[in-house]
């Protein structure tokens, strides 16, 4: 099953993935440069206990990866989490209005 999910993290901001095999241990591979810095922005309470929320936002059993590809960038423009404010993908690029 392949699926596109939403990563939530104690820092309030998200990352869009997409999975190719349904993996429910995978939580995509953002910048971890980026999210440590805000991690360590966080409260030692919070860094020392944190959730992190993950959804599946969609999945398909016979999708392409050019299809599962463009969903993903669909999503991401949607929850703009490629605005470094909301989120933790940098692609693509984010253009403010």
Known sequence: MKQIYKITYPTGKIYIG?????SYR?????????????????P???RKDYTIRKQILWESADCSEAELSVKEIEFIREYQANNPNIGYNRW???KAV
């Not at 997409?18 to 349904?22: E, L, N, P, R």
């Not at 995509?28 to 922005?41: E, K, L, R, Y």
């Open 92 to 94: 693509p690029k984010f």
């Open 18 to 22: 997409k999975d190719s095999i349904g």
């Open 26 to 42: 995978y939580y995509g591979s953002p910048n971890m440069h980026i999210v440590n810095a805000d991690f360590a922005q966080l």
């Open 44 to 46: 030692a309470s919070v």
